[in-house]
């Protein structure tokens, strides 16, 4: 083969990669906007606001599937080596990672409108509504350090996880209380804990968004005594995993 | 290329997805056994059980790894058409559904060793080992479902799955109730709930199992109305997602 249809080959490769990226910026931005509204809707009890987060899911697995269909024509197509192919199976990790997120926002949307239902269970909705905010702007930065393949950007995503655990750990304690001091509050705080927990696994999942693109900057995956799963101290009252 | 070499490199790809599919089962086969093991551990109060599931996961874990990088380095060496590479890609997606079918059953481990520190609550435990044991048939069937590319028995999956989402709504009806009329039974109803929660979510990803057999039998994934986050009624005591 000569350098030029080498090139071409190349470039055409680098262009259908670029595309795929866009479309993974594009699924990343609807999912950070679900998870802002569906929080927003937990706390102002806004049941048409977490309507549309519940509808607006389905244009987040079309995405998905359209990715999956673009990575495997471009992989028949251009028959890419070991090196180009990290990449394009890091989409596929990536593209279903988003995927779960938008379905942990659509979920927390459903329970919004379910909580409209019941009284409102001390401040918590604010609480998850701040805890949502770190997980969206996690999600924010390990897309930007996937674009541009920034791997110190990435570990700081995974740095701040932590607090998310934190946060979680400090209102399953509190949801316990709620309960034990009023019983009426049981069913709310089922609810609510779930949205907590939720919004914690959306912080396992950017989380590991974050470790993809280590892989792809160095090659292997962050250390595994600094991984996700093997990190979290096993707590008797607090986050099990 | 002459018909000679061609078979040639056709076989030798055929052995290639025989030797993943072997590890696809070698996979399932362990997650199979975390799920009645810590199930049983649960309903027996075996701690050494329950961690020894815990210890368990790290194998399911690098098989997961193992498989990844044995299909990249198929699809590197064979470059296989774009119907060989659909089945490929299934690997994937299967491989990352057993592994957190085998991460929930790792967490239902940690939850029981929890709970043997607590009272019982009621027959709760034997209740969510039976739930445990639908969803390790149902996981059974549709790993075999894939070896044998059995349409059929893949959907029949899929309607079993129904019963596991009953299961759960039920025993989430039966927690709000321990809860109310005890509140010393709320920090073990929030444990032995999230280990309904939990198997119900393996019953989602064995599903999802069932539905890619379907995809590589018929070509398409299964009606979207008969799709799991589509099927499922919204309540508001029951099941969100």
New interface residues.
Partial sequence: MTDMQDQHIASAYDRDLEAIQALIMKMGGLVEDAITNAARALETRDDEMAEAVRRGDAAVDRLEEQI?EE???V??LR????RD??VV?SV?KIS?NLERIG?YA??LA??AS?LT?MQPVGDSASTLRRMAQQVRAMLKDALDAYVQRDEALALDVRDRDVEVDQMYNNI?RA??TH??ED?RN??AC??L??IA?NTERMGDHVTSIADQVVYLTTGSMPDESRQK?DRTP?E??GA??
């Fill in positions: 999956n990575v495997a024509r992989i028949a028959a890419p080596t070991a192919l990290r199976l596929l279903s379905d659509k979920n459903k329970r379910v239902q399953f949801f316990i309960m034990m019983p049981i069913t089922m609810h804990h779930f927990k799963k096993f008797t009252h099990v995993r």
